[in-house]
T-cell receptor, first 115, second 113 residues
Framework: NAGVTQTPKFRILKIGQSMTLQCAQD?????MYWYRQDPGMGLKLIYY???????DKGEVPNGYNVSRSTTEDFPLRLELAAPSQTSVYFC??????????????FGPGTRLTVL | DAKTTQPPSMDCAEGRAANLPCNHS???????VYWYRQIHSQGPQYIIH???NNETNEMASLIITEDRKSSTLILPHATLRDTAVYYC??????????????FGKGTKLSVKP
């Protein structure tokens, strides 16, 4: 299994541009998450999904959109990029969501800079 | 906000046990203690979790005090590859709706030769 994969690894955007961060998992996990991590800080939840067709906002959803058309894929869309969105973005997945046995598996991250 | 308090940094000699403390004085009865770590520039990695009993796996041991207000993660024989930021997280499980993790700033563990 490849686990959780993310593309691209690095990206530089100009203010106002848009882009989609890709995330895929091959573990047949129901739950998927997008986090962002600013320098020296912990991760903050942007959006999450409990299954195909179902998404919901996390702690910091403004400026982002998501979709979940398949179990495997959970892309994150940035519209009108702003310097405040400069961060490292991590995608994660888990099988059982809120269960005590649940373990989240993280991708390698996408480092985004908005200039 | 994170419901845990951890020291910002700790050092440990290679081959020695690393004991990482975490305070979670407001933990509720249905909240578990989870530990993740993040090696530089990588995604976080699950280590261990527990409710009230001590737990051990191939990576580490988790000691939770009887009142559950604090816990300690123990890496029994730290290696240079254990240098990372360690996050202590409390969250509702067994019926929690979304399962997301709330990360604080963690403890930066530096293992030195």
């Amino acid at each position: 299994n490849a686990g959780v994969t993310q593309t691209p690894k690095f990206r530089i955007l100009k203010i106002g541009q848009s882009m989609t961060l890709q995330c895929a998992q091959d573990m047949n996990h129901n739950y998927m998450y997008w986090y962002r991590q600013d320098p020296g800080m912990g991760l903050k939840l942007i959006y999450y999904s409990v299954g195909a067709g179902i998404t919901d906002k996390g702690e910091v959803p403004n400026g982002y959109n998501v979709s979940r058309s398949t179990t495997e894929d959970f892309p994150l869309r940035l519209e009108l990029a702003a310097p405040s969105q400069t961060s490292v973005y991590f995608c994660a997945s888990s099988l059982a969501g809120g269960r005590s046995t649940d373990t989240q598996y993280f991708g390698p991250g996408t480092r985004l800079t908005v200039l | 906000d994170a419901k845990t308090t951890q020291p910002p940094s700790m050092d440990c000699a290679e081959g020695r046990a690393a004991n990482l403390p975490c305070n979670h004085s407001t933990i509720s009865g249905n909240e578990y203690v989870y530990w993740y770590r993040q090696i530089h520039s990588q995604g976080p990695q699950y280590i261990i979790h527990g409710l009230k009993n001590n737990e051990t796996n191939e990576m580490a041991s988790l000691i939770i005090t009887e009142d559950r207000k604090s816990s300690t993660l123990i890496l029994p024989h730290a290696t240079l590859r254990d240098t990372a930021v360690y996050y202590c997280i409390v969250r509702v499980a067994e019926g929690g709706s979304q399962g997301n993790l709330i990360f604080g700033k963690g403890t930066k563990l530096s293992v030195k030769p």
